[in-house]
């Protein structure tokens, strides 16, 4: 079985902390060169908690995740919502046969550090993991992810990603999965520097944390209804 290709990505280093009273283009580069059209400007850059979250997503339906005391816009198109949902089918499929933890969605908001809200597109957590082994009832759990799934939109920037795998793998998470619908590809994380880069053709793993969850990535966006990847034929 094909493994993928080992890819080194510097950009996992430490990003430089933000001191206060710096300019926005520090802000952008420290939360990873997001648009400034995803940074919300109320509540006051900085200042933001918890509530700000929740009160975002009841009042607007906006879902933001929280950064540094700043609401960032979680980008979610109609592909991006496809995909998550067909590998939640896949896992809950799965699962069927391991009942082993759970699974969320795109709009399971996670408590990662006090401060750090952040909202996988989809999410495995251990029973295990959850306290008294028993479904969180708040809106806004602790427990970090075993396994958490981003499937890339427009607007994310690599430095962006590469600061969530950095933050989710601090959170206790053992894999982290990155789905590109443009490349047809993905990136299999299984620690903030060790990085497998596999084609659609190569099939992702579960490891040791879903034994036997081996989805193939070309049925994974033919199931979602994405077309196949043209073929090129050499012109003589």
Known sequence: MAT?????SPSFAEPPALAPGETMADLVRELGHVSLSRIRARPAVGTAVEQDVLAAHER???LCELVDGVLVEKPMGFLEARLAAVIIYLLETHLERDRRGIITGPDGMLRLNPGLVRIPDVCFIRWARLPGGQLPREPIPTPGPDLAVEVLSPSNTAEEMDRKVREYFAAGASLVW????DTRSARACAAPDRVRRHDEDEPLDGAGILPGFTPSLKALFERAGMPPAPTTKDTP
Do not use: K, N
Not at 4 to 8: E, N, Q, R, S
Not at 178 to 181: A, Q
């Open 4 to 8: 993928g290709t080992l890819v080194a």
């Open 178 to 181: 990155i789905i590109d619908p």
């Open 60 to 62: 607007d339906g906006r």
